[in-house]
């Protein structure tokens, strides 16, 4: 495919000075959200559309409503599941990766569940997933550990089938046009059995459930730890760049906080002017405003030099 628009898409001189303070940064942070994904066509999560506009997306994703309805639960998950197979990383992701190969001291946080930073080949050890993954699976049984990650099998079990006459909203047409609604569907979502929902190998009782975090979870332990060994390691950040995500809700938040009180500039790459972090923007930070798939490659460039687009894992799998 071919590399990135050569055109100016950031003012000259903002282009500049960030480059030149990329360049001589030794340890930098992302921290990305949803706003990354964008250009891949994925919808938000509380946007998801289609059939699923009808229901609360919040409410369903919580393990309360996994106990009392699974499979209306796990036929929403295996719905983002069939998304985000459907979309590719964009540009953004792979000139993430590509800058996480080349700066020893980078370390990057996601707020997504998506799967396109591992497919663009972003290093997992440097790649610290704040929200689990929609492709990782574990065990609902409290005392079962079983789990497992990179499950791209679509759908992961045949009763969670995606439709797919005129009505699928997951169709190229459908993603295109950006409107997903089905007002007048006589599609309804099926009731399915527990014994049709996927069932732990290991405990061979428990139903596997996403390896996302739910409302009223905590963030993965281990993932928190690595960040914290990862920022109390050394006194300085130099740089913390944040795309597609206004990091104003806590813990995201803080780490803009924390990366500032090291040292860091912060760079915010976003298609909303007022996006900007709960701390504001300090003199000397940047905003480059618009589509993080034209953005990111262009203002990592004096790092990763040309990006041009490769076929992702989840293709050769």
């Known amino acids: 495919m071919a590399s990135t628009a050569t055109r100016p898409i950031v003012p000259p001189a903002d282009l ?14 992302a921290l990305l959200g949803a706003g990354l994904s964008a250009s891949s066509g994925l919808p938000t999560f509380r946007g998801a559309g289609g059939l699923w506009r009808t229901h609360d997306a919040v409410q369903l994703a919580t393990p309360s409503a996994f106990s009392r309805d699974p499979g209306l639960v796990w036929q929403f998950y295996s ?10 990383p964009n540009p953004a992701h792979y000139a993430l990766a590509e800058l996480a190969k080349r700066k020893e001291g980078f370390m990057t946080l996601s707020q997504n569940v998506d799967g396109l930073s591992p497919r663009a080949g972003h290093p997992a050890s440097t790649l610290k997933l704040l929200h689990g993954s929609l492709f990782d699976v574990k065990c609902s049984d409290f005392f079962c550990s079983y789990s497992e990650t990179a499950n791209y099998t679509d759908p992961i079990v045949p009763a ?5 006459d005129e009505s699928d909203p997951t169709t190229t047409s459908a993603l295109q046009a950006r409107e997903l609604d089905i007002s007048d569907s006589n599609v309804l979502l099926p009731e399915l059995a527990i014994r049709d929902l996927p069932r732990c190998p290991n405990c061979k009782k428990g139903l596997l459930r996403p390896g996302v975090v739910w409302f009223g979870e905590m963030l993965p332990t281990a993932v928190l730890n690595d960040i914290d060994r990862w920022i109390t390691e050394s006194n300085t950040i130099d740089l913390i760049i944040v795309i597609g995500t206004s990091a104003r809700v806590y813990p995201a938040a803080g780490y803009v906080d924390l990366a500032r009180s090291k040292g860091a500039r912060v760079a915010v790459v976003n298609v909303d ?10 003199q000397g930070d940047w905003f480059f405003e618009g589509d993080a798939a034209q953005i990111v490659p262009e203002i990592l460039k004096s790092v990763i030099g040309e990006i041009t687009e490769m076929p992702d894992a989840a293709e050769e799998r």
Not at 16 to 24: D, I, K, M, V, Y
Not at 80 to 87: K, N, S, V
Not at 160 to 164: F, N, R, S, V
């Open 16 to 29: 500049e000075s960030f480059q030149a303070h990329l360049n001589r940064s030794t340890r930098i942070l």
């Open 160 to 164: 969670l089938q995606i439709p797919t």
């Open 79 to 88: 719905y983002r599941r069939h998304m985000a197979l459907q979309a590719k």
């Open 273 to 282: 002017r007022d996006d900007e972090p709960a701390s504001g923007m300090y």
